[in-house]
């Protein structure tokens, strides 16, 4: 088991820069999930950190030693394929012990790793099969197995969970967490769903256009989104963005979402906002759950509105609401017994303790 | 307009459901009568192989009804299958095939693998070429084959001309190309993860070849072995032109030219032969005709 | 488990250490393992394919003791005889009209095997298959028999109807039906399984909507099975006019060339002219005139082929 490094890596293919120069520091032991959209470089950093790409630029460390050249068998690492990338021919134990028996293990040396590795997985039954053999979650297990009898230094996940069904795969999520649990090797895996890695990571790596957007524990990203890009990726439904503007009525810093909503800020967040220049074109972030029904006894900060909705989606335990403001699409989320109908008028409550200020140019959360 | 096609759907639907199913039972009818009579064409020289290998030579002469046989013999197969001649020409043609079957695997199969997987300079280039090479008829090449082997022989003294082992040489040129190009198919289709799963597992080059590849394409390698293998066996403007002795003759070769003796076409022995001659190829698609077919696809659909 | 990795830590060091040795290095790298492994099959088509198919060249331009360069001198002497312009003529009419009636009767053949219930495909399949599996040199034979002058079952069953007795191989009309027809006999089989390979890949919900929008079977055939297919279809038909017009079998085994050089084709007279008459220029001057229409025919089907691959 090792730390990671990344030290201005860059990947480029002819003239297209895939990876631009990403500083990641990863903790013995610790399980790192990279989240962005296809494209964003996330894959490609993962298969540099394998070898299976070769860097273009900068370094890759593993337990301190610099890697850049090793080839993948040398490195210690092992990697669960989307696909799974099980060998096909072979049987469930055949696939596990392959890289061991490549490597000249003693047979009862081999046996005990893959008897150890079934029963953590619960695929001692499945022993004798071929992949051809095995559901979708079974197969996952078996290429999970596949990584951990090699006990390597570092574990590497390249969006495992997404040919799964939607059930299996907060099945698997957990399964992961707990053998993550049980062998606390340092691991960095990839998906594009950013549930699975909010739910998965003890720090989430945003990534997009070949860049790191920010880094940070899930409740980090959540609450204190550092750039436009992860409040608008973090979270489903998705954050709002209304544009607004900054007005000073008297001596109150007051947000003007349009001609006839504007609301007075909270004083915490009249002080942070002050400073801003009044023209700025910004965008006030609000995620949905912040955007109720109003009700009796609301709390300071908790501002009323009325406003038409457009359409209604009950989920059960809420109802999202969509209407406009001023042609921006907006969502909220309501008690299913507010009486939300589509095409009624409703009275909601914006939550402006929980609000964000973004620069509209910029992306930078304010 | 809509009036019109409602009209129509709406009160005879059930009546044109039923025509159609009786259309179809119809178009049935009809597929079955065609094939059959295309049956009938295409078996006709088989059968008809068959039914002259089991007469006797005075039946034949007699000129009585072609198609049917009155007096059945297997004389002429006893006579053939204990004949030395015929022996060697089915032991040359054995050692032949499976000789170039042997050699066609060793080269294609590697070079499949290295242009399907290894990007290298003028991968591309070599693997259009071997598709090419492929285009190349066996009728354009005999006679440079013939003179260069003559010369071969001139300047080193090695005897090649009229030996049975020259064609080991020479028909892997007719199967190596198609070998390596659906090859090269088979080990694209096979997904890119299997062979970094094995890098990372630890295997070379070569151990990803011979113990992930080679496996998993297996079926591609039994069509590519059966492709080379009938190739190599029926081949016949080759060795007509490379060999003449009789003991170096392939089958083919033999029984066109050992058993018409002047104009003397004893016919018994020529269908027997050619029945026995026939009988590798017919008999491996017997049994594995899913593979011979998708060898035979695999040129076009799989490129 | 711990020391294990010690181990294996051990082993990564010393092979660290060992990495001067730069040989193995080389032989290690990706494109040297590459090279080795395609090494035989460059010699094989450098050697036996591309050397002699230029070695022809060299040998068609010698007079025929091969003692003296002549140039053009033997083209020459080809233009200016009427047999040569009749394999000409003869190859042409062979291939075009042989190939034309192999992918019609494969189409027709593979559209009634396509719509008989699935269960009974294989075998009809496999039945129809058989002439393709026979080495042509065997088949033959059976047809040289069933023409046979004196003894054919052809004229026997014909005469029923009051029909001949037709001379199938001695006149020269109907010699060259006669090899036309077994070679379409041969050839129409591979037609009928690639066209069959390739009705099975069109999509059935085209089938059903072009039903919905009123589309007749004809139509259906029209607009879509023959667009979908279009493709492999042109790759057959090429790479089946490339083989019939250097085929050499069918007609050797059949007529040698026979009655009076009239079905000769290019690769029976190369044959006759070039080995049995022991004149190798000229035998290579014939069988080079084979490479016009040949690389014609190469270029398109490639052009299809790396369509199809980008399509897919």
Redesign the interface.
Known sequence: MADVALRKVVKRYDDVEAVRGIDLDIADHEFIVLVGPSGCGKSTTLRMIAGLEDISDGDIMIGGDVVNDVPPK?R?IAMVFQNYALYPHMTVAENMSFGLRLKHYPKA?IKARVTEAARLLDITDLIDRKPKQLSGGQRQRVAMGRAIVR?PKVFLFDEPLSNLDAKLRVQMRIEIKKVHQKVRTTTVYVTHDQVEAMTLADRVVVMNKGRIEQIGTPNELYHKPATRFVAGFIGSPAMNFIPCRLEDVGSTLQIRLTDRIAFPLPPARAARYNALPRTDKLLLGLRPEHLTESHAHLESGVETFDTVLDVTEPMGMETLVYFGLDGTPVCGRVNPNAGAKDGAPMRLAMDLNNMHLLNEETGVVL | MSTLAIDKAGPSRKIKYGSMSRDRAW??R???F??VL??I??????I??LI?SLKSSAE?SA?T???WVFHPTLSNYVELLTSNQFLRFFWNSSIVSLAVVLVTM???V??A???AR?K??G?TT?A??????Y??????????????LALVQDYTGITLLNRWYVLL??Y??LT??FC?WIMIGYFASIPKELDEAALIDGA???QTLTRIFIPVALPGLIAATIFAF?VS??Q??YP??FTTSVDQLVL??G??TTLIKGDV?N?GQ??TG??L??AP??II??FL?DY??AG??A???K? | ?AD??VE?GQA?RA?RARKPASLRNVL?R??T???F??L???L??AL??L???V??VH?ATLNKSMQKFVGFGNFLFLFKRDTFWMVVKQSCIFAVTAVFFKAL?GF??AH??H???AKGQ?K????????????????T???L??F?P??S?FN??LSFFGIGPINWLGDNVWARFSVILVNI?YG???FM??YL??LK?VPDQLYEAAAIDGAN?WQKIWYVTLPMMRN?IA??AL?SL??T?????IV??LTSGGPLDQTHI??TW??KV??EGSD?PL??SV??F??PI?AV??IF??RD??K??NEA
């Open positions: 040398d210690d040396e006990n | 178009a049935l009809w597929s079955y065609f094939l295309f049956a064409f295409f078996l006709t020289p088989p008809y192989m002259t034949i000129a009804n072609p198609w060793l080269i294609s590697p070079a693998f290295a242009l290894m290298f300079w991968s070599l259009t070429g071997v598709f090419l090479t285009l190349i008829p066996d009728s354009l090449l005999f006679i440079p084959l013939f003179k260069m040489f020479i892997p040129t190596v190309p390596t070379s080059w070569l009938t066996w029926a016949f403007l007509l032109v083919p070769v029984i066109t076409f016919w020529i269908m050619a029945l001659g026939a190829p017919l698609y017997a005709m011979y077919i035979l696809t040129g076009a659909t490129g | 488990m294990v990795v294996q990564v092979a290690g990706k494109s393992v590459a090279f492994l395609t035989p099959l460059i094989l088509i036996l394919v050397y002699p198919a070695y022809s040998l009767i027709i053949v009634f095997v719509n008989i219930p294989r009809w399949r496999g039945m129809l298959l058989v002439p393709w599996v026979i080495p042509p040199a065997m088949s034979l059976a047809w028999w069933l046979d004196s003894y079952a026997y069953t006999w129409a089989p591979f399984i690639m390979a390739a890949s079977w492999i790759i057959t790479f490339i083989v017009f250097a085929n050499f079998d050797r085994i290019f690769a190369a044959f070039g080995i190798i035998g290579a069988s080079l084979m490479v040949l025919a190469a089907i490639l082929v790396s199809r691959g």
